[in-house]
């Protein structure tokens, strides 16, 4: 009989991980300003400045999924997110067509 493996996990630093979380997010705002100015001057930014947008909303649901009290959030966000991408992909075949 062959003897069964252990499997071993690596166990990661999960205070780490959310300050990385938090720096993405807070460097996807950052892009979200600088396009939304961009978006402001010249009507071919508006489909970044949504998907940047988007990107956003879902950084900040991921940073938020593990609290149990802020579900509602979280599902709340990453609907919008979803809208705005539908939207994003409207707007372009529009301009396109």
Not at 8 to 34: H, M, S
């Amino acid at each position: 009989m062959q003897k069964k493996k252990e499997v071993k996990y690596k166990v990661f630093n999960t205070n780490k991980f959310k300050k990385t979380e938090f720096i993405v997010a807070l460097v996807l705002g950052i892009v979200f300003l600088v396009m939304l100015g961009f978006a402001v001057c010249n009507k071919v930014f508006i489909p970044v400045t949504l998907v940047t947008f988007a990107m956003l909303l879902f950084s900040v649901c991921y940073y938020y999924i593990e609290d149990k009290s802020k579900k509602k959030i979280v599902y709340v966000l990453f609907s919008i997110g979803v809208i705005i991408i539908v939207i994003e992909v409207i707007f372009t075949l529009v301009n396109i067509l």
